[in-house]
T-cell receptor, first 113, second 114 residues
Framework: GENVEQHPSTLSVQEGDSAVIKCTYS??????FPWYKQELGKGPQLIID?????GEKKDQRIAVTLNKTAKHFSLHITETQPEDSAVYFC????????????FGTGTRLTIIP | EPEVTQTPSHQVTQMGQEVILRCVPI?????FYWYRQILGQKVEFLVS????????KSEIFDDQFSVERPDGSNFTLKIRSTKLEDSAMYFC????????????FGSGTRLTVV
């Protein structure tokens, strides 16, 4: 089955700087890669996703890049703000029907004011 | 924005007792899921449900677990005889037929087995 690795496990960034979180996946059949933000005591919230027919996707300060050949994808947050502090999870799945999500182990991002 | 609603937010139960965790998925979604997250660990898949039957289940989802969609709106997870290691956050999620939005997760039920 699919295995998703995520690095780093913790990341501290000065406010205003950029943060990058990286994930690798094992199943070349996976073709949908969402990123979730989880704040304390809350459920994962989708912040951006990418499909395998696209190499990059951007939404304001957040971008995701995908390298299908190398089977890795990354989350980039620019101009970080204190409210970006949270745990971020990457995930992978087959993009049809009811295929399950396989999550990475999470990255605790702390923005230092 | 549509939400997935989970109740209760926190449940404490004695080992060996049955618990039912409740979820109201987004109304026009077709696929329903339960995931769990042990404290400090990653989110793990338990079960997916479509067209009134289980589509897939993980090895965690043993005979002690069951799911049901008893009416048109609720989706429940039952644990028949809870164990200490069942203590975790349980997340319900739903998705539509065309996966352009990703899953929508509920805010979770924290289950504590004592």
């Amino acid at each position: 089955g699919e295995n998703v690795e995520q690095h780093p496990s913790t990341l501290s960034v000065q406010e205003g700087d950029s943060a990058v979180i990286k994930c690798t996946y094992s199943d070349s059949a996976s073709n949908y890669f969402p990123w979730y933000k989880q704040e304390l005591g809350k459920g994962p919230q989708l912040i951006i996703d990418i499909r395998s027919n696209v190499g990059e996707k951007k939404d304001q300060r957040i971008a995701v890049t995908l390298n299908k050949t190398a089977k890795h994808f990354s989350l980039h947050i620019t101009e970080t703000q204190p409210e970006d502090s949270a745990v971020y999870f990457c995930a992978a799945r087959l993009n049809f029907g009811n295929e399950k999500l396989t999550f990475g182990t999470g990255t605790r991002l702390t923005i230092i004011p | 924005e549509p939400e997935v609603t989970q109740t209760p937010s926190h449940q404490v139960t004695q080992m060996g007792q049955e618990v039912i965790l409740r979820c109201v998925p987004i109304s026009n979604h077709l696929y329903f899921y339960w995931y769990r997250q042990i404290l400090g660990q990653k989110v793990e898949f338990l079960v997916s449900f479509y067209n009134n039957e289980i589509s897939e289940k993980s090895e965690i989802f043993d005979d002690q677990f069951s799911v049901e969609r008893p009416d048109g709106s609720n989706f429940t997870l039952k644990i028949r005889s809870t164990k200490l290691e069942d203590s975790a956050m349980y997340f319900c999620a739903s998705s539509g037929q065309v996966l352009s939005y990703g899953y929508t997760f509920g805010s979770g039920t924290r289950l504590t087995v004592v």
